[in-house]
């Protein structure tokens, strides 16, 4: 696998929590059924759908996200503590691309 396409997939799916994390923490809640297509729609790529609920399901355990019902349908939205992870990581993020650009 070419340096670039290992980075981008390790910063798409093999960072999906990011991803939910960001669409739960909206004004409306997210009903997990359409995760995938929102992640297709707002950051162009396809995640598999057993990721998605594997991702879903750590997230909701350790209390980054929490249950609610979008028109009767299992849906979520992201809790404070999954807010703070966000910013953290938004955080990182700058810093790290600072880091890596600031001598190109």
Known sequence: MEPFERFKQLNTEGNLWIYVLTLGNQKEEIPD?????LIFENFGFLPSSLMIAAVLYRLRREGYIKNEK?????????????????EKMRNFSKE???KLFEKA
């Open 96 to 98: 790290l691309l600072e």
């Open 70 to 86: 979008f028109k009767g349908k299992k849906a979520f939205t992201t809790t404070e503590k999954g807010v703070k992870e966000l």
């Open 33 to 37: 059924e359409n995760v995938k297509r």
